[in-house]
């Protein structure tokens, strides 16, 4: 089975901090990773008809389907090991709502979790989970 892609803000403390949380909770390695600045990351947001300079949003790529904000969040965590995959009844919150709340978040990461100026490299072990 091929692994699904999961894009986020390589600068962004708090989309760094839930990078970590998903790789411990994904086992089976079912997901890999880019940042939105990589160029890997750029061409697959070209490729799925938006604008490449997308930084707002964690975009998880399925195959050829991209999501993006909370429908990606709640797609990703319906395939995590634990009690993470109950998140996913979310879903039937209309999208307006989810993504209002998504990116009121979204606006505010940078101030409450902080940010860094180059996404940071991976440690060995998880290096492979990564496309730069």
């Known amino acids: 089975m091929k692994p699904d892609i999961i ?3 390589g600068h ?5 901090g839930a990078v970590s949380f998903i790789i411990r909770r994904d086992p089976g390695a079912r ?3 880019a940042p939105l600045d990589t160029p890997v990351a750029k061409a697959a947001l ?3 008809g938006r604008p490449p300079s997308d930084r707002g949003s964690i975009i998880l790529a399925e195959g050829d389907q991209l999501y993006d904000q909370s429908t990606a969040a709640l797609r990703i965590a319906r395939r995590l090991r ?10 039937v919150v209309p999208r307006p709502l989810r993504d209002a709340v998504y990116r009121w978040i979204a606006r505010h990461r940078y101030r409450w979790f902080g940010k860094v100026a180059e ?11 990564f496309l730069v």
């Open 7 to 9: 894009y986020f803000d």
């Open 12 to 16: 962004c403390l708090l989309c760094h």
């Open 31 to 33: 997901f890999l990773f």
């Open 46 to 48: 070209i490729r799925g």
């Open 82 to 91: 634990g009690l993470w995959p109950l998140l996913y009844i979310l879903i």
């Open 119 to 129: 996404c940071p490299l991976p440690t060995p072990d998880i290096r492979d989970r």
